[in-house]
C-alpha cells in the first residue's frame, strides 16, 4: 500500500510538515523529488500525486508526463493524481474559468496583444509565490507606466500577468481568503483568513472569539464543497488547496496550490485546536481513500530522447545551488 507524493527538490517543505505534524495518523506517504526519480527512472506503484509544475523545466515536465502516462498504462490499482498532461496551471485555470462565466478574474500575459478589460488590477509571475510587483493599477494608463518601469529597471515581462481585482470587504472592513484542500474525492475546508491589507496572509490576520467561532462553522460544515469540487474538476487537479473569496454568495477563486502548506497540528492557540481536529479528520479520510493495496513492482518510465539528455546532464551541484538561492529569497522576503 503507497501513497508517492512527487515534490520539487527546493519545496519539500510542506510535505515535510504534514507528515511532522500529523504523519501519526495519516496512512503511509512517501515523499520524493523529481531529481530522484528522473535518475532511477521508476516510480513505486500505488497512488502518484505530482506537485509543483511552475518549479520543472519544460524538459522536466516532459519527463513528468512520461511518469504519469507510466502509470496510467500499469492500470488500477495504481492511479495518477494532477495529471500533468491535463491539470491546469494558474493562468490556464483562470482563463478557462473567466471564458466559461465561472469566475470574474480576468487575466493576461504581459507579453501578449490582449489588454486587460476590468480594473483595478495586479501585475504578479504565473507561478511563484511572490507578492505583487506594485501596488494596486487602476486604470491602462497606470498599467503602461507599470510596464515601462519593469522594463527600465531590468525585469522581464516574460511569465508577469495582470489579474484584475475582485475582492470585496466584510461587514467589519477586512478583506478574507478561505481556503479549503481537495484530497481525492474529499473537501476539507482549512481557513478563513482577513486582514485589512488588500493582500490577505496568515500573519496579518485578525481571529476574535466571534471569528474563531465563525471559522470554526465554516471547517465543520464545509459550506462550499460542491462548489470547489466542480472547480477543481474543471482544472483537472485532485490533490491541492484552493484559495478563493466569496462575493455577493458567489465564489472568486484566486488560485489552486498544488502542493499547498497544511496547518502545523501540534502546538497552536487552544481556541482554534477543535478546527484543526476536524481538518485532520478530512485529511485522514481522504489519504486513507488513496491508500490502495496495489503490486510491490515498480513503475518504468522512459521520458522522450531529449529530455533524457536533459535529465542526465543535471547535476546535484545545480539543485543545491537551486536550493540555497530559493530559502535566501525566502529569508529576504519574511523580513520585509
Known sequence: MMIT????????????????????????????????????????AGCVIFTDFDLLSDFELDAACAIAASVE???????VL??????????????????????TVEVTRLQSDQRPTRYPLFIRFENGCLRPDFEMI???????????????SG???????TASFETATDADGLY???????????IV???????????VKSRISSADDAFVAEELAFV????HRAALMKIFKAANIEFGRIDYTVRDGEIVVFEINMNPTFPRFRGGKSNRAERRKYILEGLVAGFESLDVRTDKEPIHFTPINYAERYLVLRREDIFARLTRLWHRARRGKANE
Open 189 to 199: 475546508p482549512q481557513h478563513i483568513l482577513r486582514s485589512d491589507k488588500w493582500i
Open 220 to 223: 465543520r460544515d464545509n459550506p
Open 138 to 152: 487602476s486604470s491602462a494608463s497606470e498599467l503602461d507606466a507599470a510596464i515601462i518601469d519593469l522594463t527600465n
Open 5 to 44: 507524493v512527487l515534490v520539487s527538490e527546493i519545496n519539500r517543505s510542506p510535505m515535510r510538515r504534514l507528515l511532522k505534524t500529523a504523519g501519526h495518523a495519516l496512512p503511509k506517504i512517501r515523499v520524493l523529488t523529481y531529481t530522484q526519480v528522473f535518475r532511477r527512472f521508476f516510480v513505486p
Open 73 to 79: 498504462n500499469r492500470g488500477a490499482p495504481s492511479r
Open 82 to 103: 494532477n495529471d500533468p498532461r491535463k491539470a491546469k496551471e494558474r493562468f490556464a485555470l483562470l482563463s478557462h474559468l473567466f471564458e466559461t462565466g465561472q469566475n
Open 155 to 161: 525585469r522581464t515581462l516574460r511569465g508577469r500577468m
Open 176 to 186: 478574507r481568503k478561505y481556503g479549503a484542500f481537495r484530497i481525492g474525492d474529499y
